[in-house]
């Protein structure tokens, strides 16, 4: 076994030593340049004859690695014929158990590279798993990929390592022995690294995305992730006439607006119209990952950019409102008023607020006629009315006081804190369905209880958090100091970070200080979109986020909808899997 018959040194800087190895140039990365002899076999942990490997950097050999192994098993004729090595030349050689270790400790915190890669990573992988060492995870560069993508035919007939090394005008030929194939990969690859710059190529990172599919429309355009600030914040895809094509969020920018010119970006839309039209990407540094969660969504509903499909229309949330009247009814509507009226939501969509509303005509006895009926003239009674599905108020059948105490006051109970008069007739009603065989009406019952439910812990959560006039609170960064947030009813105010080892005191009082102010309004989520508040109470929820201060108690009624929480988690499961079983 032969090992590094040359060492040379390279002084790095202190950046360099603790960066992110994908953002280091190429000249100053160490790469082992390894190849294997096998006896022709799977790659279940065993059937390594020989390893080789060199390692470089910045265009000069520091070491190399060398040695016979012993398989421990016969060697194929056809195997020694290509290869030249026999069962003799391997017998004495260490077994692959013993070897593995040096050649570990030899290739670590280098990026691996081979020709055809997946092959020798493969066996490696497995040996590693067959002997119980960790395997390490290394970044691995594969040779004949780069080749694919930077030479065309007209270049090259084939991309075999044989044909690369002589049309590349290198000294040294493969001749299937380990070490002087991993040599020759090594001139390959300064040869292939030489080309990268004309692509726009210049750190690890870049060569490892280049090799993968990408469209020519990502490669054209990786240039507009240069120069980007990678802490949290948004960034905003902007066209010709600088209007905002596509918003989104990052804990750190520069890295996730990269991913978009790499083929991890598997989005049609987005790597080939959107990328295509985009002239130049906006940062906006935030202070915290909420903050910028917060200015994303305020962007998207501002601009509704063409490329972002979710919270484009905050807007378009509907209500399910009890109109004041002495016969009230339920009507949908977009706009919380101070009116009065009862109200249920938000709804995301219209069809949802009628399943609720379905649920409730199911088991409130409360009229379904769109019309303003007289206290003192009675009027003509609907098809409902005739089959008791109505206690008929039209005709003065019903008192306005009756009407409202069998049908109204539920629902008001149930918007103002417990629901839990119309969420038992509806399982009463459910049950009674499914007792008799009609379980398709049993699962659509299902569905609007879900829909009423959802809505009324949705609903009362927003409420009971909204009705603060104040909040503050503070989370521990990850890299010391605390990120800092003041709310007030339900809306961000304000966001910012104190620094490590100094008091956040100071930098709350200026937060303070600064924060927007926010009048109140009616309903749960007067003051923001109700996305914005969940994210913001999501952010307080966490178990290390912690409240600084409040203006007054953040409470629920004891016996809110919250106490149904379990029954509408076992509801919207049962639902999922009719779904997926009907799919």
């Given at each position: 076994?032969?090992?590094?018959?040359r060492?040379t040194?390279?002084?790095e800087?202190?950046?360099a030593?603790?960066?992110?190895?994908?953002a280091r140039s190429l000249f100053?990365?160490t790469?082992?340049?390894?190849?294997?002899e096998?006896?022709?076999g799977?790659?279940?942990?065993?059937g390594?004859?020989?390893?080789?490997a060199?390692?470089?950097?910045?265009?000069?050999?520091?070491?190399?690695?060398?040695t016979?192994?012993?398989?421990?098993?016969?060697?194929p004729?056809?195997i020694t014929?290509l290869?030249?090595?026999?069962?003799?030349?391997?017998?004495?050689?260490?077994?692959?158990?013993?070897?593995?270790?040096a050649?570990?400790e030899?290739a670590?915190d280098?990026?691996?590279?081979?020709?055809?890669a997946?092959?020798?990573?493969?066996f490696?992988?497995a040996?590693c798993?067959a002997h119980g060492?960790p395997w390490p995870?290394?970044l691995?560069?594969d040779?004949?990929?780069l080749?694919?993508r930077?030479?065309?035919?007209?270049?090259?007939?084939?991309?075999?390592?044989a044909?690369?090394?002589r049309?590349?005008?290198n000294?040294?030929?493969?001749?299937h022995?380990?070490l002087?194939?991993?040599?020759?990969?090594?001139?390959?690859?300064?040869?292939?690294?030489?080309?990268?710059?004309?692509?726009?190529v210049?750190?690890?990172?870049d060569a490892?995305?280049f090799?993968?599919?990408i469209?020519?429309?990502q490669?054209r355009?990786?240039?507009?992730?240069e120069?980007l600030p990678?802490t949290?914040g948004?960034y905003?895809f902007r066209d010709g006439r600088?209007?905002?094509?596509?918003?989104g969020?990052?804990s750190a920018?520069a890295?996730r607006?990269?991913?978009?010119?790499?083929?991890?970006e598997?989005?049609?839309?987005i790597?080939?119209?959107?990328?295509a039209?985009?002239?130049?990407?906006?940062?906006?540094e935030?202070a915290?990952?909420l903050?910028?969660?917060?200015r994303?969504?305020?962007l998207i509903?501002?601009?509704?950019?063409?490329y972002?499909?979710?919270?484009k229309?905050?807007?378009?949330?509907v209500w399910?409102?009890l109109?004041?009247?002495?016969?009230?009814?339920?009507?949908?509507?977009?706009k919380l008023?101070?009116?009065?009226?009862a109200y249920?939501?938000?709804?995301?969509?219209?069809?949802v607020?009628e399943?609720?509303a379905?649920?409730?005509?199911?088991?409130?006895?409360?009229r379904?006629?769109?019309?303003r009926?007289?206290t003192?003239?009675?009027s003509a009674a609907?098809?409902?009315a005739?089959?008791?599905?109505?206690p008929?108020?039209c005709e003065h059948?019903?008192?306005?006081e009756?009407?409202t105490a069998?049908?109204?006051a539920?629902?008001?109970?149930?918007?103002g804190?417990?629901?839990g008069?119309v969420v038992r007739?509806l399982?009463?009603?459910?049950?009674s369905?499914?007792?008799?065989?009609r379980y398709?009406?049993a699962?659509?019952?299902?569905g609007?209880?879900?829909?009423?439910?959802?809505?009324s812990v949705?609903?009362?959560?927003?409420?009971s958090?909204?009705a603060?006039?104040?909040?503050?609170a503070?989370r521990p960064a990850?890299?010391?100091?605390w990120e800092?947030?003041?709310?007030?009813?339900g809306?961000?105010?304000?966001?910012g970070a104190?620094p490590?080892?100094?008091?956040?005191r100071?930098t709350?009082e200026?937060?303070?200080?600064?924060?927007e102010?926010?009048?109140p309004?009616?309903?749960p989520?007067p003051?923001?979109?109700p996305?914005e508040t969940?994210?913001?109470?999501?952010?307080?929820?966490?178990?290390?986020?912690?409240?600084v201060?409040?203006?007054?108690g953040?409470?629920?009624?004891?016996?809110?909808?919250?106490?149904?929480r379990?029954l509408?988690?076992?509801a919207e499961?049962?639902?999922?899997?009719?779904?997926?079983s009907?799919d």
């Amino acid at each position: 076994m032969t090992e590094t018959v040359r060492e040379t040194f390279h002084q790095e800087t202190l950046d360099a030593l603790f960066d992110d190895a994908r953002a280091r140039s190429l000249f100053s990365t160490t790469f082992v340049v390894l190849d294997l002899e096998t006896t022709g076999g799977a790659p279940d942990g065993g059937g390594i004859t020989e390893i080789g490997a060199v390692k470089v950097r910045g265009g000069e050999e520091l070491g190399e690695f060398a040695t016979l192994v012993n398989p421990g098993e016969r060697i194929p004729p056809y195997i020694t014929v290509l290869t030249g090595i026999t069962e003799a030349m391997v017998l004495p050689a260490p077994r692959l158990d013993s070897v593995l270790p040096a050649f570990l400790e030899f290739a670590k915190d280098a990026v691996w590279v081979a020709h055809n890669a997946p092959y020798d990573t493969g066996f490696l992988k497995a040996a590693c798993a067959a002997h119980g060492y960790p395997w390490p995870k290394p970044l691995v560069l594969d040779t004949a990929a780069l080749a694919r993508r930077v030479l065309t035919r007209d270049e090259v007939p084939n991309h075999k390592l044989a044909t690369l090394a002589r049309w590349l005008g290198n000294g040294r030929q493969p001749c299937h022995r380990a070490l002087d194939d991993a040599r020759a990969t090594v001139d390959v690859l300064h040869a292939l690294i030489g080309r990268l710059g004309g692509h726009r190529v210049h750190t690890l990172g870049d060569a490892l995305e280049f090799v993968k599919a990408i469209s020519p429309t990502q490669r054209r355009k990786r240039h507009l992730a240069e120069n980007l600030p990678n802490t949290p914040g948004v960034y905003v895809f902007r066209d010709g006439r600088d209007r905002p094509l596509y918003v989104g969020t990052s804990s750190a920018i520069a890295t996730r607006v990269r991913s978009y010119f790499t083929a991890s970006e598997k989005r049609a839309r987005i790597n080939t119209e959107m990328l295509a039209a985009a002239e130049r990407v906006e940062a906006i540094e935030c202070a915290h990952s909420l903050e910028a969660e917060v200015r994303e969504l305020r962007l998207i509903a501002a601009h509704k950019p063409p490329y972002n499909r979710r919270s484009k229309f905050p807007e378009r949330v509907v209500w399910l409102k009890l109109t004041d009247e002495a016969y009230p009814r339920l009507s949908i509507v977009r706009k919380l008023a101070a009116d009065g009226g009862a109200y249920l939501g938000p709804f995301s969509s219209r069809r949802v607020a009628e399943l609720a509303a379905d649920g409730v005509h199911e088991v409130l006895p409360l009229r379904q006629c769109t019309q303003r009926l007289s206290t003192r003239r009675p009027s003509a009674a609907c098809a409902l009315a005739e089959l008791g599905r109505c206690p008929a108020p039209c005709e003065h059948r019903v008192s306005p006081e009756e009407y409202t105490a069998r049908a109204a006051a539920p629902f008001r109970a149930a918007t103002g804190g417990n629901p839990g008069e119309v969420v038992r007739r509806l399982l009463t009603r459910m049950r009674s369905l499914s007792e008799a065989r009609r379980y398709e009406e049993a699962a659509a019952m299902r569905g609007r209880l879900v829909a009423f439910l959802k809505a009324s812990v949705r609903m009362q959560r927003l409420a009971s958090f909204t009705a603060l006039s104040e909040v503050v609170a503070a989370r521990p960064a990850v890299d010391g100091g605390w990120e800092l947030a003041v709310i007030r009813h339900g809306r961000l105010a304000a966001a910012g970070a104190s620094p490590p080892r100094v008091h956040p005191r100071a930098t709350l009082e200026a937060l303070l200080a600064t924060a927007e102010t926010v009048r109140p309004g009616p309903g749960p989520v007067p003051c923001a979109s109700p996305e914005e508040t969940e994210r913001v109470l999501a952010w307080l929820e966490r178990p290390e986020t912690r409240l600084v201060q409040m203006a007054a108690g953040w409470a629920s009624p004891v016996d809110s909808a919250a106490r149904w929480r379990e029954l509408l988690t076992t509801a919207e499961a049962a639902s999922s899997s009719v779904v997926r079983s009907g799919d």
